[in-house]
């Protein structure tokens, strides 16, 4: 007979073995990585650029971005899309503050053609009119149907009162840029952040190395001159704010302080205090917000990193007429935390969980990748998770509840809700 | 090529072995044959909500999460309208945890009332969040019953109407449990750096002694064949107008079912798509349009929708439209065309099986199906795909007499 009331043993993390990409300059600070070891036919190349939304003049960063594919004074944009298309490749381009990111996903057997098109499809990029009004019109409906959504208007808000101090970082899409935009502005903004703007090429697939070679040769003129310039000590606004959306049936919460990144000395354990307090499905808010109560489908916690800073946010939706019972609970669990130690088991659960998360976020050649590359971004390398690890493994409670007393206060946060005024 | 092995315990359980040695995670899949379509009529929500309770603790174990978290794992679990589908990712060393929990739940369940207080509430919540407090989000509510009249298909997985959720019983979660939660109805899925003798062990140790249950006889009303055009408004504070034209299409097992997929792809998928080209970019008429295929295992649906341009009235839209399917039915799409499709299928799946969780998962889905070398399969079947098939296909799926059209027009808020 089996037994089934007590647990299979538990065997402790191995090893992880990281596979370094190999590195190539382009310049002395424009670099490729290349995760060679691919064991499929799958390729992904990543150009990143210094074209964030923080980067211009106004709003225009987007729109750039949204046009890049758009055609040049040979090619339609719908001709540019059909040649990738007819290559089975497929194009992402995001947008965040401090960086825009161009993803190229295709077999091995069209990378090169792939590229090309890309590449050209980039350079010269022409910004048509009738493509830039197409833009527009879909900007302002996808605004207008965001706007909708008290997910939404509480992030755009939210943003607003954590970098209160900074015009570039705290700046948001209005309804009025979509207005105004001008070709000779964006043209400039191209020119400037996109090809003089390449930061790093990421590349992921079992490629011939003198293909790597002739990648590099290829959009080396686009390096950017220099380091790229980013702002740090983000101020916040604390206190709560409420956005009216008459209506909704659910309240968004939003709340959140600045931080700091991996550079910081109380970042590892601090993941290690968020995780318990709302980053994973057993934490305290889910186990107290949803599980207990059941106001909510969801509620969480996380660190988002910058260049030279961070921020720490809590996010839910919850039924309207929870919404302060939630925010009481919230609060009361920063308040358990900062004053009663962690018992022992549930620190040991969370570290293993922990463990296993890094474990995951290390499987195959994309995720290795990725997982670097969030190092890289700060100056640190691999060694930077073994560091983890042992922090991980090393953590009590007594530094928990240091770290809780020391950040989790609620007066510092900027809280910000949205939906209907009860 | 997927290798797998494949094994049945005593008790009926289907257990398909898939060996990776370069990964340092074990997934565990689990697969249950029942779905949105196999509920009552009166009790929708039902599936899902039950999928909330399963992780409510079971018969020897109070909490389903924290071991599995002590273990380094994680897991989750989602519903459909065919299937309910549980997944446990851990370090592979610790798989025997995720067995010993995955398998006390098919045992049996043990979940309190206040369990399934909070989980109705969560799922309550959950209908707001998804359905009731997004713009569009009630479509799918209202599709569906345009669409079918008669099949199951008729409902959302989340139900109905919330007050389904809130009058589910005790004695009704225990008698759905008795009934679809056996070994007898369900596909286990092992991948990892294993030994096949090795997941035969320790799958007998954890699941040999279930008792087997009786595979449920799945007895669905048939949708009778639509032969009238369907159209409903419905009127809606959203800021745009917005149209889902919904075809009826073939079965999973069908043949045909990958033509309609094409089809869908040649219609809608990219920005070189038949639809975005002519009505988007060229006449201007919409600020998004796409096409796809729900993917259900009965006939499932082809559905195009987007949002109309300011200004721009539903009918002409609507002629615009006819007119692009009519030239799918009138002329076969060229070769050169097809071609492009196929290869952007070709890329997605290179990059979905990728991952050791989707292989596990698509593994269970389709021996379901009814062999899980399907998934092996499946690249053949699109590759022998001609304009000759679509031109078939279009002209038996793209008729107004199959058609349900759901009209969302904006009003003021």
């Known amino acids: 007979m089996t037994t089934r009331n007590t647990a299979p043993e538990i065997f402790p993390l191995q090893k992880i073995n990281f596979v370094v990409p190999h590195t190539f300059d382009i310049t002395p600070t424009v670099k490729l990585y290349w995760m060679q070891s691919v064991p499929d036919e799958t390729t992904r190349i990543e150009l990143h650029f210094d074209a964030g939304t923080i980067r211009g003049e106004r709003k225009i960063a987007g729109f750039v971005n949204a046009l890049l594919l758009s055609g040049t004074k040979d090619k339609t944009s719908t001709q540019i899309h059909e040649e990738l298309d007819s290559l089975g490749a497929f194009i992402d381009h995001e947008i965040a503050q401090e960086i825009a990111i161009v993803s190229l996903y295709c077999l091995r057997e069209n990378v090169e053609s792939a590229v090309n098109i890309l590449l050209d499809a980039i350079e010269n990029a022409d910004f048509p009119e009738n493509e830039v009004s197409d833009m527009l019109r879909e900007k302002k409906q996808n605004f207008l149907v965001s706007s909708e959504k008290v997910g939404v208007l509480v992030r755009r808000a939210f943003q607003k009162q954590l970098f209160s101090n900074s015009v570039n970082y705290s700046r948001q899409l209005e309804l009025s840029d979509l207005d105004d935009v001008s070709i000779a502005e964006m043209k400039r903004f191209h020119k400037e952040f996109y090809l003089q703007g390449l930061r790093k090429v990421v590349v992921v697939g079992n490629l011939a190395p003198d293909y790597i070679d002739r990648l590099i040769d290829a959009v080396g003129a686009w390096s950017k001159p220099g380091n790229c310039e980013f702002e740090g000590d983000f101020v916040n606004k604390p206190g709560r704010i409420h956005i009216d959306k008459p209506g909704a049936v659910q309240t968004a919460i939003r709340m959140g302080i600045p931080l700091f990144n991996k550079t910081h000395v109380d970042f590892l354990d601090f993941q290690v205090l968020q995780t318990i307090f709302g980053d994973y499905f057993g934490s305290r808010l889910m186990s107290n917000i949803r599980e207990d109560k059941g106001y909510t489908y969801g509620i969480g916690s996380g660190v988002a990193e910058s260049s030279k800073a961070g921020y720490f946010i809590i996010a839910t939706e919850v039924g309207k007429a929870v919404t302060e019972e939630t925010l009481k609970e919230i609060r009361h669990e920063m308040d358990v935390l900062k004053n009663e130690a962690v018992p022992q088991e549930e620190l040991d659960l969370v570290k293993n969980y922990l463990l296993g998360q890094i474990l995951k976020s290390a499987d195959g050649p994309n995720a290795m990748m990725d997982l670097y590359m969030a190092a890289q971004l700060h100056g640190k390398d691999f060694g930077y998770y073994n560091e983890a690890i042992s922090h991980i493994q090393q953590i009590d409670q007594e530094r928990i509840m240091e770290l809780a007393k020391k950040y989790l206060n609620w007066e510092n946060f900027s809280i910000v809700t949205a939906g209907e005024k009860e | ?413």
């Open chain 2, 1 to 413: 090529m997927i290798h797998f092995e494949r094994f049945t315990l005593g008790n009926g359980l289907k257990v398909i072995f898939h060996k990776d040695e370069t990964t340092p995670l074990a997934v565990v899949n689990t697969l249950y044959d029942v779905g949105a379509r196999d509920e009552d009529a009166e009790k929708t929500g039902f599936a899902h909500l039950f999928e909330h309770l399963m992780f409510g603790g079971s018969v020897n174990i109070p909490d389903f999460d924290a071991p599995l978290q002590l273990a380094g794992g994680e897991s989750n679990a989602f519903t459909s309208n065919d299937i309910t589908n549980y997944y446990d990712v851990l370090p592979a060393q610790n798989i025997e945890t995720a067995l010993w929990l995955e398998s006390d739940r098919m045992l049996s369940l043990a979940f309190t009332p206040k369990s399934l207080e909070t989980q109705r509430s969560v799922v309550i919540e959950e209908f707001r969040q998804r359905y009731l407090n997004q713009p569009y989000g009630d479509v799918w509510l209202k599709l569906r019953p345009l669409a079918y009249h008669t099949h199951p298909y008729q409902w959302a997985t989340i139900g109905k109407e919330i007050s389904h959720i809130e009058d589910a019983k005790m004695e009704d979660v225990k008698a759905f449990f008795a009934r679809f939660y056996n070994p007898s109805n369900a596909i286990l899925c092992i991948a990892g750096n294993f030994e096949l003798d090795y997941v035969k062990t320790v799958v007998n140790k954890w699941y040999g002694d279930i008792p087997s249950g009786i595979k449920p006889a799945r007895i669905l009303p048939a949708e009778p064949e639509q032969t009238e055009f369907r159209e409903q408004t419905i009127e809606s504070k959203v800021p745009s107008d917005a149209f889902y034209y919904a075809f009826k299409m073939p079965e999973r097992k069908s043949a045909d079912y990958y033509i309609a997929d094409i089809l869908s792809d040649a219609l809608g998928r990219d920005k070189s798509s038949r639809l975005y080209i002519a009505i988007q970019k060229e006449q201007k008429l919409v600020t998004e349009i796409g096409a796809y295929i729900t993917g259900s295992l009965d006939n499932g649906l082809l559905v195009i929708s987007g949002k109309l341009s300011p200004d721009v009235t539903f009918e002409q839209l609507d002629e615009a439209l006819w007119k692009v399917l009519d030239e799918v039915k009138a002329t076969a799409v060229p070769q050169e065309e097809l071609d492009r499709l196929k290869n952007k299928i070709r890329t997605a799946k290179a990059f979905q099986e990728q991952g050791l969780l989707n292989r596990a998962m698509n593994l269970t889905y389709f021996e379901l199906l009814g062999d899980a070398d399907g998934i092996n399969q499946e690249a053949l079947l699109y590759a022998g795909i001609t304009p000759d098939h679509m031109q078939k296909t279009a002209r038996s799926i793209l008729n107004k007499t199959n058609c349900s059209l759901l009209k969302v027009k904006a009003i003021q808020s």
